[in-house]
């Protein structure tokens, strides 16, 4: 991800950023390596104003707007699948207070929900409604935010302190490291369904397994070739980077439970992942990266 955050003549702040595929298998499966633009404007006090979004690929087409006028957002979402077929979708949602912009895992936003904590988060814990611009179903999100003791950084031979935070979403947990209120970067986890190969549905309606190497823990929970996964953790599964994208930022400690379709039936099953930790670098500040020394 690559972003710009400014403030505007007009005094409101201005956050773009463009995200780009850097693995061949990503760029394969969307056709580019360009995935999509977002562009944020808000006040000076974080108060949304706009939301623009795009994204162009062989996988289809999404533009989402929204413009907010006291405190109503007016959303509108136009999408194409790679079969050409097009939907669009319009509703308005009553914004209480300063509704931070989350969409999922992204460096930007972080960085917005970083001024939120140092400017007007008064307590060491607090729930927060997010807003999701780009889902129409549910727009509004909690986000249940905790300060955590501060970690020490090691990058090259300089080390610092680093406030920590932790953020978690429904469908993945973050702790935020920031120094003087300037994000530096963040520590997650990834999580896969080892041992399984998925690939698209024709009809879009899920990811279909097409191999389950023996002894896996998707093998132990029961799942098999030929079932067709049509939920994660209760959320729908058009295709297989549905699936993926779902499964990569659940908690590798807990067990996942996904909803499949086997040929007349629909079951569920609950199956371990395989996780390894994700720590992410602004990499402006640090060219070669970081190592958090214990904490985190």
Not at 212 to 231: E, K, M, N
């Amino acid at each position: 991800e690559n972003f710009s955050f400014n403030q505007l003549k007009d005094g409101n702040l201005e956050l773009t950023s463009d995200f780009k595929a850097t693995s061949q298998e990503l760029i394969a499966d969307f056709g580019t390596d360009k995935l999509f633009t977002q562009k944020i404007v808000l006040t000076s006090g974080l108060a949304l104003i706009s939301y623009a979004l795009d994204s162009e690929t062989q996988r289809g087409t999404i533009k989402a707007r929204v413009s907010v006028q006291d405190q109503v957002a007016s959303m509108s979402v136009e999408t194409t699948d790679p079969n050409g077929k097009k939907t669009s979708g319009e509703r308005d949602v009553i914004l209480e207070g300063n509704n931070i912009v989350t969409t999922g895992l992204s460096a930007s936003q972080f960085i917005l929900l970083q001024k939120y904590i140092d400017t007007q988060m008064t307590t060491d814990q607090v729930t927060l409604l997010a807003f999701n611009p780009i889902n129409l179903d549910k727009p509004l999100v909690k986000l249940k935010v905790l300060k955590l003791s501060p970690v020490t950084l090691q990058a090259g031979k300089e080390t610092l302190q680093a406030q920590r935070v932790r953020v978690e979403r429904e469908n993945f947990q973050v702790q935020l490291l920031s120094e003087k209120g300037q994000l530096l970067g963040f520590v997650s986890s990834t999580a896969s369904l080892a041992g399984v190969t998925l690939e698209d549905t024709p009809d879009r309606s899920g990811a279909l397994v097409k191999a389950v190497v023996p002894g896996s823990f998707a093998d132990q929970a029961g799942l098999r070739t030929g079932d067709v996964i049509t939920q994660v953790a209760g959320h729908e599964v058009q295709d297989r980077f549905d699936a993926q994208n779902l499964i990569r930022f659940q908690d590798p400690s807990q067990p996942l439970t996904l909803t499949i379709r086997r040929g007349n039936q629909t079951l569920q099953i609950k199956v371990k992942l395989s996780g390894s930790n994700l720590t992410a670098y602004r990499q402006d500040l640090f060219p070669d990266g970081f190592t958090v020394v214990g904490g985190a």
